[in-house]
Antibody, heavy 122, light 107 residues
Framework: QVQLVQSGAEVKKPGASVKVSCRAS????????IHWVRQGPGQGLEWMGI????????NYAQKFQGRVTMTRDTSTSTVYMELSSLRFEDTAVYYC???????????????WGQGTLVTVSS | EIVLTQSPATLSLSPGDRATLSCRAS??????LVWYQQKTGQAPRLLIY???NRATAIPARFSGRGSATDFTLTISSLEPEDFAVYYC?????????FGGGTKVEIK
């Protein structure tokens, strides 16, 4: 069965960076794009960007340009999302999600990771 | 950026009631509209894609309709497990965006 398993919760200070991992299993890793979505406390969902596990090309939401980097390791079927220059308002649950259509970028998300809570606190 | 506006923000209903949730887009998204359900402490769950197609294992009481800018998610008869927050999402253009959510709560 398809699974996306994320790394554990993190506590970071303002200005620091955080790197969240998302390990995929149960399907052909390079065939489906992976997206990152975050959700602030009591807030809605916010799309951050997408990575192609096959070619490593990415597309980031303008809001996060310059602060976010998405990478992948095909040997371990893992995608990473690194967010730098953290601010208090970056406190959120970060989700990875699989694009539902094979090889398609703009699509729905059919499988989600369990979420990783990142807390930015001084 | 396409803005999705969901209404109402909260829907107070009883088990067995019919729930009608609305999602309006600031510009046409064709039929590239998706609905998710999210329960407290859980990741979102895909319900409906391409405006009206139920995802795998989603019960028939969930249905979606609409096109262009106006979309509706209907739950024909609420079960206790349906009380949750529902989000719409458009996948027609970058950046992908979500609506603000509708909370369906027990009256």
């Amino acid at each position: 069965q398809v699974q996306l398993v994320q790394s554990g919760a993190e506590v970071k200070k303002p200005g620091a960076s955080v790197k969240v991992s998302c390990r995929a299993s149960g399907y052909t890793f390079i065939s489906y794009y992976i997206h990152w979505v975050r959700q602030g406390p009591g807030q809605g969902l916010e799309w951050m960007g997408i990575i192609n596990p096959s070619g490593d090309n990415t597309n980031y939401a303008q809001k996060f340009q310059g602060r976010v980097t998405m990478t992948r390791d095909t040997s371990t079927s893992t995608v990473y999302m690194e967010l730098s220059s953290l601010r208090f308002e970056d406190t959120a649950v970060y989700y990875c999600a699989r694009g539902g259509l094979r090889g398609m970028t703009m699509t729905y998300f059919d499988y989600w990771g369990q979420g990783t809570l990142v807390t930015v606190s001084s | 950026e396409i803005v999705l506006t969901q209404s109402p923000a909260t829907l107070s209903l009883s088990p067995g009631d019919r729930a009608t949730l609305s999602c309006r887009a600031s510009q046409s998204v064709g039929n590239s509209l998706v609905w998710y359900q999210q329960k407290t402490g859980q990741a979102p769950r895909l319900l409906i894609y391409d405006a009206s197609n139920r995802a795998t294992a989603i019960p028939a009481r969930f249905s979606g309709r609409g096109s262009a800018t106006d979309f509706t998610l209907t739950i024909s008869s609420l079960e206790p497990e349906d009380f949750a927050v529902y989000y719409c999402q458009q996948c027609n253009s970058w950046p992908l965006t979500f609506g603000g959510g509708t909370k369906v709560e027990i009256k």
